[in-house]
């Protein structure tokens, strides 16, 4: 694949910064750097974890990219994460999907934590001395929140919480994971009978399976968690009793889904560039396969889909940053992502022949990829049911309009009782 590039799109610029612009080239730079030579690694061991990219992303601060810089982050928005995720995504998806997988509980804690658990939690996440995950998706349920088994009962100043989890991104390298569980008897509505706690990697009774490599994303973690009479404290709640749906479902959609938008088109643009530089070079009837307008149409419609998924997932998080109510491009944005960067890499399979089979072929491991972006957050049959309830203009929560402000307000103005 050509070397990435540096400079950001003429079109993008209504939406980037300055500083937009240097996290770009900062992630390019590293992408070339620090993630390109461990790609071969990474995919000739799927079983084996890749920690130091974790390591290094973390000494720069990247899973502090929506932390206040009074709890240690760099505090530059949700543009900012977007850009890093991408650019990483363009060089790998699986160290795109490891920085993107700490983001998630931290907009959570960000969102519903009081003063001291900020203080508690996000400093080491801004450091990357002390990763978190997210664990929602149950061997049975699925990520239907509604349908969610693990129970948590009150023992005195303790919880004991007892299920399993699947599918929990970065779960051998966080060292506490944001555990959602059901907290009301039978008959409880979903709204009122969850909640989310706080468990560190380390409590008695909690097992985490060893790693298995999936269909792709090779070296990033997404395993399961066993939960047996875990006990931890009443400080490790994470906002209101009852209010575990509500943390779910908004970091899903804050941050889940402009997250996996930002993965799907960092490995849409790896398609598109990977396809261009392959017809450019290759000779058919004394010219390249670029010159026949047969395989131009199918590189005009993968170029197409590249540039509209761009602006999508871009203007969704600028939306964002302003405050501005965006449910609804946010959820547009991953799965329009996803299907348009799935119907690119498709095509390019194609266009490269039996060449695209080759083990060793850069597009294998991008059409690989490319499927781990469409279950999490939501499927596409999700995506469409919440874009259809904007189509009818039917009364829910804007999490946008409500929390998103509070990722770059200090610690000491976020208030749990104002949200």
Known sequence: MPATSSTPPPALRPYLSARHAQLWTEADTFADEQVTPRIARMEAAPDRVERKLAELMGARGWF???????????????????????RIACASASAAAI????????????????????????????????????????????????????????????????????????????????????????G?????????????????????????????????SAGRLDLDQVRIPHDNVLGDIGRGSAVAQSSSILYGRPNLAAVSLGIHEAVVATTTERLKTRIRYRSTLSDLPVLRDRVGGMEARLRAARILAYQAVHLLDEGVSCDA??????????????????DAMELHGAHALDRDYLLQRLWRDIQHTYPPAGTGEVQRIR???????????????????????????????SI
Not at 157 to 163: L, N, R
């Open 64 to 86: 502090g990219a929506t932390i206040p810089t009074a709890l240690g982050g760099i505090g530059a928005g949700h543009v900012a994460r977007s850009v890093l995720v991408h």
């Open 99 to 186: 920085l993107q997988a700490t983001l998630i509980p931290v907009g959570a804690v960000l969102h519903f934590a009081n003063d001291e658990q900020r203080q508690r939690w996000l400093p080491g996440v801004a450091d990357g001395s002390r990763l978190l995950s997210i664990a929602v998706t149950e061997p049975e349920a699925g990520g239907h929140i509604g349908g969610i088994e693990t129970t948590a009962r009150r023992a005195g100043k303790e919880w004991v919480i007892t299920g399993s989890k699947v599918h929990v991104g970065n779960s051998h390298i966080a060292a506490a994971h944001l555990v959602v569980a059901r907290t009301a008897g039978a």
């Open 188 to 220: 409880a509505s979903t709204s009122t009978a969850l909640t989310a706690f706080m468990v560190e990697s380390d409590r008695p009774g909690l097992t985490l399976h060893d790693h298995r490599g999936g269909l792709g994303l090779h070296g990033f």
């Open 329 to 346: 491009e946010l959820i547009n944005s991953k799965y329009l992502g996803h299907r348009w960067a799935m119907k690119s890499a498709q």
């Open 387 to 417: 874009l259809a309830d904007a189509a009818f203009d039917e009364d829910h929560v804007q999490w946008s309009e409500r929390l998103a402000a509070t990722s770059a307000t200090p610690a000491n103005e976020l208030s749990t009782a």
